[in-house]
């Protein structure tokens, strides 16, 4: 048994292939090599193996920078995507190739790790909503310092846990990469965004978060300011999408109050998800709008932003790298009943 759908906020088809999700251990849970480590860069007491610090929080006051005492870091990545200034030779512009046939972009911009525990087994649903609001807070507030480079026109704040999900180191933490071109994806949504607001005269995320509540059949977690769902076309099995109430184009526009909120849901909804799958790897992703030239959010008008788990309980084969297309073997209401704690 098998449905297309459609997701609206990318035009993505999902074949949802329900033939044996009607069980929540369809997956087998995933575990990780516990074994205590010495030679973690970002363990306490290693601290002089990253870059300068930028941030910390928790040591005590007279405590030198750059040593133990802190209980969540940010520095510059000891091995970035894109830096801050003159991009390194020898990847110089090639000035001897035609742009229409290969475009090209100098690699500057910002990339940064916030290391947000000191235990080195440590997962994102480990953290307790104190705790990871103040890690959305320290994420919202270097987006916001990232929106000041002239050459940041987009930023991105997201989690790799775990080698299926991309994490070279298993120490936890996040990352945030500012680029100076609007990726694929961002172009996408935005054109989407304004063109539903053509069409409806409405936000397409305002509508859909509404439409969630109304329908209650994928609600995962809900309060005053945040809606937690398993979206309608997830492309990865135990999708959730949580979804600010107060329309806003940004992470780096959001308020102290929203993030505590959104802590309050997304903390308890990690814990039920890692219940189900041991360890799991996951991305966590936050979506925001484009920075325009001046170092600003693009006009608020349309785009909405939001934060994505993904986990990566299955590869994309074939024919999803080939066409796009997505097979989700698991139903997104089956989820949401089950992260919600109904069995059955
Ligand atoms: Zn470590
Ligand atoms: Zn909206």
Same mark, same amino acid.
């Given at each position: 048994?098998?449905?297309?759908?459609?997701?609206?906020?990318?035009?993505?088809?999902?074949?949802?292939?329900?033939?044996?999700?009607?069980?929540?251990?369809?997956?087998?849970?995933?575990?990780?090599?516990?074994?205590?480590?010495?030679?973690?860069?970002?363990?306490?007491?290693?601290?002089?193996?990253?870059?300068?610090?930028?941030?910390?929080?928790?040591?005590?006051?007279?405590?030198?920078?750059?040593?133990?005492?802190?209980?969540?870091?940010?520095?510059?990545?000891?091995?970035?995507?894109?830096?801050?200034?003159?991009?390194?030779?020898?990847?110089?512009?090639?000035?001897?190739?035609?742009?229409?046939?290969?475009?090209?972009?100098?690699?500057?911009?910002?990339?940064?790790?916030?290391?947000?525990?000191?235990?080195?087994?440590? %997962?994102?649903?480990?953290?307790?909503?104190?705790?990871?609001?103040?890690?959305?807070?320290?994420?919202?507030?270097?987006?916001?310092?990232?929106?000041?480079?002239?050459?940041?026109?987009?930023?991105?704040?997201?989690?790799?846990?775990?080698?299926?999900?991309?994490?070279?180191?298993?120490?936890?933490?996040?990352?945030?990469?500012?680029?100076?071109?609007?990726?694929?994806?961002?172009?996408?949504?935005?054109?989407?965004?304004?063109?539903?607001?053509?069409?409806?005269?409405?936000?397409?995320?305002?509508?859909?978060?509404?439409?969630?509540?109304?329908?209650?059949?994928?609600?995962?977690?809900?309060?005053?300011?945040?809606?937690?769902?398993?979206?309608?076309? %997830?492309?990865?099995?135990?999708?959730?999408?949580?979804?600010?109430?107060?329309?806003?184009?940004?992470?780096?526009?959001?308020?102290?109050?929203?993030?505590?909120?959104?802590?309050?849901?997304?903390?308890?909804?990690?814990?039920?998800?890692?219940?189900?799958?041991?360890?799991?790897?996951?991305?966590?992703?936050?979506?925001?709008?484009?920075?325009? %030239?001046?170092?600003?959010?693009?006009?608020?008008?349309?785009?909405?932003?939001?934060?994505?788990?993904?986990?990566?309980?299955?590869?994309?084969?074939?024919?999803?790298?080939?066409?796009?297309?997505?097979?989700?073997?698991?139903?997104?209401?089956?989820?949401?009943?089950?992260?919600?704690?109904?069995?059955?």
């Amino acid at each position: 048994m098998s449905m297309l759908r459609q997701d609206p906020l990318t035009g993505r088809w999902v074949i949802i292939a329900a033939g044996r999700s009607a069980r929540p251990n369809e997956f087998p849970a995933q575990t990780r090599d516990k074994t205590p480590r010495t030679d973690c860069p970002f363990c306490p007491g290693n601290e002089n193996e990253t870059t300068d610090e930028v941030w910390a929080l928790g040591r005590p006051i007279g405590q030198p920078a750059n040593g133990p005492g802190w209980r969540m870091r940010a520095f510059p990545n000891m091995y970035p995507a894109l830096v801050p200034t003159d991009p390194v030779a020898p990847f110089g512009r090639d000035e001897g190739s035609p742009d229409h046939l290969f475009p090209q972009a100098a690699g500057l911009g910002r990339h940064e790790v916030v290391v947000y525990s000191t235990d080195h087994q440590a %997962s994102p649903a480990a953290l307790e909503p104190e705790q990871l609001a103040e890690l959305l807070t320290v994420l919202r507030d270097r987006a916001r310092d990232f929106s000041q480079h002239p050459d940041v026109r987009y930023v991105s704040a997201f989690c790799n846990h775990g080698p299926e999900a991309g994490a070279t180191l298993g120490h936890p933490h996040m990352q945030i990469i500012g680029a100076p071109e609007v990726p694929l994806l961002a172009v996408t949504k935005t054109e989407r965004f304004a063109k539903y607001k053509e069409d409806h005269s409405q936000c397409l995320m305002c509508d859909m978060e509404a439409a969630e509540r109304e329908a209650g059949t994928r609600l995962i977690a809900t309060n005053e300011h945040w809606t937690g769902y398993a979206p309608w076309a %997830s492309r990865f099995p135990w999708e959730m999408l949580f979804v600010p109430r107060r329309h806003g184009a940004s992470l780096a526009r959001a308020t102290g109050e929203e993030l505590n909120a959104l802590a309050e849901v997304l903390a308890p909804a990690l814990k039920s998800l890692f219940a189900f799958h041991g360890d799991p790897s996951l991305n966590i992703v936050i979506h925001s709008a484009t920075i325009d %030239s001046a170092g600003q959010d693009e006009d608020s008008s349309s785009y909405h932003w939001h934060l994505e788990v993904l986990p990566r309980l299955s590869r994309p084969a074939g024919f999803e790298v080939g066409t796009g297309y997505t097979i989700n073997s698991a139903v997104p209401e089956d989820v949401a009943r089950w992260l919600r704690g109904e069995r059955g």
